[in-house]
């Protein structure tokens, strides 16, 4: 092994440290178990309070401004790059924008919202608008600021390099994706799957991953969080099968990772970087000794290479300001519109259809019942298992259908709307096929072992 300073280690060591402490360890807080980086976020969220709302409006009308704005590319966008590069947009991403804001608008000014039946009734009430606002956003605004802020633990000082020398020769062989991905598969699963999105977007725009590897692990890593299972599970009340549960969910991820990276549409994305010459060799170069050796060296040169808590302010503020103006927008916009069409048409009652005879050859009970929730998954995760609760009686079709909504993983009104806000090359449409894909297969694996269970 080469030999390197002490503060060279160090350099590479503690932040690393940190950074898996704040993002990646589970910590038990009053009888329920989450990660440091929520705590902080919950404590931040409950000191402001009332004024969180007011915050998403600021920064989603300023979005949609600018983001009109720089349609005509005027110098004060295009002089500064930070500004330049969080609100220069399409003319298309430009009206989501505007659309959100106006959204969140009429939601923060209750517009209809005593008009119980009309038309902005539908957009402004507590289960469309006023849910992606007060229950979604003010979240996310926390988020997104504290993981914008503390990710560059994690990115800039080598833990990438090291885990990602160590574990390329499992996960490029498994999933067709470089080690360091591994990172935000732990971060995602343990933590939440929009930091996971996050630090896909970061490290795509970066170089580190290509299109097809940014698109893979989006949408096949950015897994639902310890946390969220647990309360989508509570939702159906049969928390006593937690065990099963959540061992289901990891296989149905795991068999996911296998197969969706091998057919379309992720199979079709090219091997192109934004950055060339970031992504890492796929062998161990001449010169080390072993996966270790070459790990540490990567680190330790990425380390030298920082420019110390300049750079770390400099990366933190632009990915916070990338996710608070790029996203929100987007999550508020497609959002409210996913549950408007879930809860006022029968679009997703229509689109369920197919799956009845599918349910039916697999056993399930109440299958027309159960068939509504498998595609309204798309809008969020928690419609099919509220849907669940109160039209289905049989316990092992409401297990079916809390199993599913996690393993859907691909719904609007968050990771979806993350995805699509971000730089990540995945359209619409690709995502609501691979939402049916997860879907067909989370059903082939759940619908038997469920048999056994119950």
């Avoid at 440091?36 to 402001?48: Q, R, S, T, Y």
């Avoid at 197919?354 to 027309?368: D, G, N, R, S, T």
Wanted: with cysteine.
């Amino acid at each position: 092994m080469n030999k390197y300073s002490a503060k060279q280690i160090a350099g590479f060591i503690i932040p690393s440290i940190i950074g898996i402490a704040i993002f990646m360890i589970p910590i038990q807080m009053d009888g329920t178990w989450t990660i440091v980086v929520k705590v902080i976020a919950d404590i931040i969220g409950n000191a402001l309070g009332d004024f969180l709302p007011l915050l998403c409006v600021i920064i989603v009308t300023v979005s949609a401004i600018l983001g009109v704005a720089s349609l005509r590319k005027p110098s004060f966008i295009t002089t500064y790059p930070v500004i330049d590069e969080t609100f220069t947009t399409t003319p298309i991403w430009a009206i989501i924008r505007v659309i959100g804001a106006i959204f969140i608008w009429i939601v923060y000014l209750g517009i209809g919202a005593n008009d119980e039946g009309s038309f902005l009734w539908m957009f402004s009430n507590a289960d469309t608008g006023g849910f992606v606002l007060s229950d979604l956003l003010t979240v996310l605004v926390i988020i997104f600021l504290l993981a914008g802020l503390l990710l560059p633990l994690l990115l800039d000082f080598g833990l990438l390099e090291f885990i990602g020398a160590l574990l390329t020769k499992v996960m490029r062989p498994a999933f067709t994706i470089p080690g360091r991905a591994a990172v935000d598969c732990i971060t995602s699963w343990i933590g939440d799957g929009t930091l996971g999105v996050m630090l896909t977007n970061n490290q795509y725009q970066d170089g580190y991953y290509s299109a097809r590897e940014a698109s893979i692990i989006s949408t096949t890593f950015s897994a639902v969080s310890i946390t969220f299972s647990i309360v989508v599970l509570a939702q159906v009340d049969l928390m006593n099968y937690f065990g099963p549960y959540y061992l289901l969910i990891c296989l149905v991820g795991i068999v996911c990772a296998l197969i969706l990276p091998r057919i379309p549409p992720l199979s079709l994305k090219k091997d192109d970087y934004l950055v060339p010459g970031k992504a890492m060799p796929e062998t161990l170069p001449e010169g080390y000794k072993s996966s270790v050796d070459y790990g540490i060296a990567l680190a330790v040169k990425r380390v030298d290479e920082h420019r110390g808590i300049a750079q770390f302010l400099e990366n933190g503020l632009k990915n916070a300001a990338g996710m608070w103006f790029g996203v929100l927008p987007v999550v508020m916009c497609i959002g409210t519109l996913a549950l408007v069409l879930a809860s006022y048409t029968p679009i997703f009652a229509i689109l369920g259809m197919p799956f009845v005879p599918l349910l039916e050859l697999l056993q399930v009970p109440e299958a027309a019942a159960v068939s509504q929730t498998m595609v309204v998954g798309f809008t969020d995760m928690f419609t099919p298992s509220i849907i669940a609760a109160a039209s289905i009686a049989d316990p092992m079709a409401r297990f079916i259908v809390a199993v599913i909504s996690v393993t859907q993983l691909i719904y609007l009104s968050e990771v979806g709307g993350l995805i699509l806000g971000s730089k990540i090359p995945v359209n619409l449409l690709e995502l609501f096929i691979l939402f049916l894909e997860r879907t067909i297969i989370s059903l082939i694996i759940v619908a038997p072992l469920a048999h056994f269970i119950f």
